[in-house]
Each structure stands twice: as structure tokens, then as C-alpha cells.
């Protein structure tokens, strides 16, 4: 097994919260919903786990004190390619896969990213997704397929045509890459976009277009990948957290 390295991007305010706490900071049965991603990236054997902190970034860092992480700062929000980028210097003389997860995914187990990482490292991709079929995919970014079936391209909602948006399959924001490659495609990306945003997303097209192999695997377990974006997700995740108690181990 190669080196392992883990980012959490958890910079966000979480508009859709209806809080002034950082959206990460909410709890899910009593532990703040980033202590979970935490955890998993420890089980999974990374090196290194690296927190992208941004808005009350003093109240998360003192929050996960103990919890044996590093910190980079992504003082302005410009999208999750931005925050990725925050943790290069960090990740100077770091070479092996880079696992990144997102701080609102509390649900995602162990054995899940450990299936993406083995699909990672048997397909030789330069990038490899973790994907999910929803049969509500609405605000999700859709995953384009070749003929063949595989990965073409990511397309987030505002940006995707009609025929795109009726597409099932999201991306679920959990990706791993190889580093240290990965930073010089981040610094290539634009924001012309909707969004005015960096999207991590199109490193997966600029991988394409250099003819750089990339994969997706679809979770089994599709809730394992909610993203908690507001109240009523909250709620769903406290819900399945607490039908599922290995999650909390």
C-alpha cells in the first residue's frame, strides 16, 4: 500500500443552515459532523489529514483540538479547487494518493473509501470519483459517461443543460488524486463558470484532455454520501446515524 494523505475541505459557512456556527460544527449525535470525516481518514491510514478552514476558521480549529489534524487557511470561498490548493504547501514533499472529503459528509464509512481507494489503485487513474445514483439528483453536480462508460466529465447543476440535469448519477464530492501531480492541474483551472468558482471538477476534464486515465466508482449505499446542507438534512443524517451505530465508532 502506497502513502496516503487526506484534505477535508470544511471552509464553508453553510448558508442553508439557518446558523451563524460553521456549518461543519453542527452536531450529528453529539459530535461536531467534521469529527466523523476526521475519523474516517485516520482508519483509512493517512500520514497526513489536513483541514481547510475558512469562515469562524479560530472556533473550528479550537473544536477539533485533540483531534490530531493540521490546518490551511482559504481566506476567500472561491470554490473547492481553491481550497484544495490551500494545502500544496503543506503537501510540499508529500508523494503518494491524496484523498479529499468534504467536512458535511458525516455518513461516509470506512469501508466505502476504501473501495474507492482500491479502484484507485488497480486502474492506475490519475483521479478516481466516488459517485451515487439519487433518484432526486437536484443541486448535484452529473456525471458524464462516455460510450464506453467511463468517466468523461463532472457538470454541476447550474451549469448543466436539460438532457444533463435529468442524468441520476452525482458526484459526492469525495475524490482521490495523485500528488503531487493534482496541484499543477488545480493551477490551471478557471472560474468561468455561473459560480465565479475554482470547481475541482474540471480537473477531472483537464485530465481527459491530456489523455490521462480517471475512474468512478458508485457507492453501494447512496445516504453514506449525503452532503448535510441545511436543517432537514441534518435531521436525515441524526436519523441514519442513529440506525446505523458503527458509524459512530
Request: aromatic share 4%.
Amino acid at each position: 500500500m502506497g502513502s496516503l494523505a487526506t484534505v477535508i475541505l470544511a471552509a464553508g459557512k453553510g448558508k442553508r443552515m439557518k446558523s451563524e456556527l460553521a456549518k461543519v460544527l453542527h452536531p450529528v449525535c453529539g459530535r461536531p459532523m467534521v469529527s466523523y470525516v476526521i475519523k474516517t481518514a485516520k482508519k483509512l491510514g493517512s500520514q497526513q489529514v489536513i483541514v481547510v478552514v475558512g469562515y469562524q476558521r479560530e472556533r473550528v480549529v479550537q473544536a477539533l483540538q485533540g483531534e490530531g489534524v493540521e490546518f490551511v487557511v482559504q481566506t476567500e470561498q472561491l470554490g473547492t479547487a481553491h481550497a484544495l490548493l490551500q494545502a500544496s504547501q503543506a503537501l510540499a514533499d508529500f508523494h503518494g494518493e491524496l484523498l479529499v472529503l468534504s467536512g458535511d459528509t458525516p455518513l461516509l464509512s470506512e469501508q466505502t473509501v476504501s473501495q474507492l481507494l482500491g479502484q484507485h489503485r488497480d486502474s492506475g487513474a490519475m483521479a478516481t470519483v466516488l459517485t451515487a445514483i439519487l433518484e432526486d439528483p437536484y443541486g448535484y453536480g452529473r456525471v458524464l459517461r462516455t460510450r464506453e462508460n467511463m468517466l468523461e466529465a463532472i457538470v454541476e447543476e447550474k451549469d448543466a443543460s436539460e438532457e444533463q440535469r435529468a442524468i441520476k448519477e452525482i458526484n459526492t464530492g469525495t475524490y482521490c488524486f495523485q500528488a503531487p501531480g493534482i496541484f499543477g492541474i488545480l493551477s490551471q483551472i478557471s472560474r468561468d463558470n455561473r459560480q465565479d468558482e475554482f470547481y475541482l471538477t474540471d480537473a477531472i476534464a483537464i485530465l481527459r484532455l491530456r489523455g490521462l486515465p480517471v475512474a468512478a466508482v458508485v457507492a453501494e449505499n447512496s445516504w453514506e454520501t449525503l452532503g448535510v446542507n441545511s436543517v432537514d438534512q441534518l435531521l436525515i443524517a441524526e436519523e441514519i446515524m442513529a440506525r446505523h451505530k458503527e458509524l459512530k465508532n
